[in-house]
């Protein structure tokens, strides 16, 4: 199996930084796509940034203009750099990963998740 490990999560003001990251390992063949999705109390969970291989990406309307998701296909790894912080960005943030890990196998993993918290 795949393995996600992820790290960045933290309390912040709001207008402040947080960088996100994800590193995939274990039995890899090729990996399609990296992302992140969050989820706050009490709401489904949501996408927030997604990356193909190829480098197309695609973003939540709420993040657009303060989210960037970035990757480095040669260490598996998926980055989210989050700027302009808002409260309403509070949640738990999930690196969520396609990969194929054999000639004939695909997958979706999840990571654990990690804690953002926006709040003044």
Same mark, same amino acid.
């Given at each position: 199996?795949? !393995?996600?490990?992820?790290?960045?999560?933290?309390?912040?003001?709001?207008?402040?930084? *947080?960088?996100?990251?994800?590193? @995939?390992?274990?039995? +890899?063949?090729?990996? #399609?796509? $990296?992302? /992140? #999705?969050? !989820?706050?109390?009490?709401? !489904?969970? =949501?996408?927030?940034?997604? +990356? =193909?291989?190829?480098?197309?990406?695609? #973003?939540?309307?709420?993040?657009?203009?303060?989210?960037? +998701?970035?990757?480095?296909? @040669?260490?598996?790894?998926?980055? *989210?750099? $989050?700027?302009? *912080?808002?409260? =309403?960005?509070?949640?738990?943030?999930?690196?969520?990963?396609?990969?194929?890990?054999?000639?004939?196998?695909?997958? +979706?993993? /999840?990571? !654990?998740?990690?804690?953002?918290?926006?709040?003044?």
């Amino acid at each position: 199996q795949v !393995q996600l490990v992820e790290s960045g999560g933290d309390l912040v003001q709001p207008g402040g930084s *947080l960088r996100l990251s994800c590193a @995939a390992s274990g039995s +890899i063949f090729t990996i #399609y796509a $990296m992302g /992140w #999705y969050r !989820q706050a109390p009490g709401k !489904q969970r =949501e996408l927030v940034a997604v +990356i =193909e291989t190829g480098g197309s990406t695609n #973003y939540a309307d709420s993040v657009k203009g303060r989210f960037t +998701i970035a990757s480095d296909n @040669a260490k598996n790894t998926v980055y *989210l750099q $989050m700027n302009s *912080l808002k409260p =309403e960005d509070t949640a738990v943030y999930f690196c969520n990963v396609d990969v194929q890990i054999t000639s004939r196998a695909r997958f +979706i993993t /999840w990571g !654990q998740g990690t804690q953002v918290t926006v709040s003044s």
